[in-house]
């Protein structure tokens, strides 16, 4: 999905590399392949030793060119980064962790250039409470259930926040970008154990078909492990 976002991007740039802006993009697992497949990568994270990896390995890709790496905070987005100057930015995996994701969003929307798009990518409150209930922890299923913001709270837990389909929807309709597609992901693949692979050898392309189609069909994207939306300028 993101591929044809990026040929789009490269089309209105007559050619031109498209501009990515990953916020909150960590040691760059989203970075360096885009970076590889010719984009202008641009990083914004706070954490020191994330971005020593992500310099690692953008070197040994041999991409260190094509990305620009920020030390920085989502809250300062505005003074890191030009307005309206990314054809794809994005948040994955970031508006669990910020302190005002509503804030955060806001951000991000302003350096969304005109015809380009926001990613964001959320953990899913329902799939959260699935998975302990699966795993046998019927106790924190329940608690994650019951909790509004579906954390469990306390040292273990890394989140402040899950979502849920209509969170996100709620989140980025607040904005001036229109939502294109809300679809989950690792609806099915999440939850088959490897032995289902081994069952023929047409397995695993059957699972990659199931997903696929149910990546987009509400009542299972609904309790995907993770929900990515596409909203777009
Ligand atoms: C779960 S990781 C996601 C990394 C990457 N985006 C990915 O999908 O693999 C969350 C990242 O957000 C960063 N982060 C946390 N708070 C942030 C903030 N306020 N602004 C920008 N990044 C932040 C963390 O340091 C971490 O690298």
């Given at each position: 999905m993101l591929d044809a976002e990026l040929i789009a991007a490269r089309e209105r740039r007559g050619g031109e590399a498209?501009?990515?802006?990953?916020v909150g993009g960590g040691s760059g697992v989203l970075a360096v392949p885009l970076a590889v497949e010719g984009c202008a990568v641009t990083v914004v994270e706070p954490s020191p030793n994330a971005l020593a990896?992500?310099?690692?390995?953008?070197?040994?890709?041999?991409?260190?060119?094509?990305?620009?790496?920020?030390?920085?905070?989502?809250?300062?987005?505005?003074?890191?980064?030009a307005p309206a100057a990314a054809d794809l930015v994005?948040?994955?995996?970031?508006?669990?962790?910020?302190?005002?994701p509503k804030a955060t969003v806001a951000a991000l929307v302003g350096v969304v250039a005109p015809g380009g798009a926001l990613s964001v990518l959320v953990a899913n409150r329902f799939a959260a409470v699935l998975h302990r209930a699966i795993s046998g922890r019927l106790v924190d299923a329940r608690k994650l259930l019951d909790d509004p913001a579906g954390v469990l709270g306390g040292a273990g837990e890394a989140l402040l926040r899950r979502f849920d389909t209509e969170s996100l929807r709620a989140l980025l309709a607040d904005t001036d970008l229109a939502v294109e597609l809300i679809q989950g992901q690792g609806v099915v693949s999440d939850l088959?154990?490897?032995s289902v692979l081994e069952v023929s050898a047409g397995a695993p392309d059957a699972l990659a078909e199931l997903e696929l189609a149910a990546a987009v069909t509400p009542a299972l994207r609904d309790i995907a492990t993770r929900l990515h939306a596409i909203a777009r300028r």
């Open positions: 498209p501009r990515v802006l990953d990896t992500l310099h690692r390995r953008a070197q040994e890709a041999g991409v260190a060119d094509r990305i620009t790496a920020v030390q920085g905070d989502s809250d300062a987005l505005d003074q890191l980064v994005l948040a994955h995996g970031l508006l669990e962790v910020v302190d005002d088959v154990t490897g």
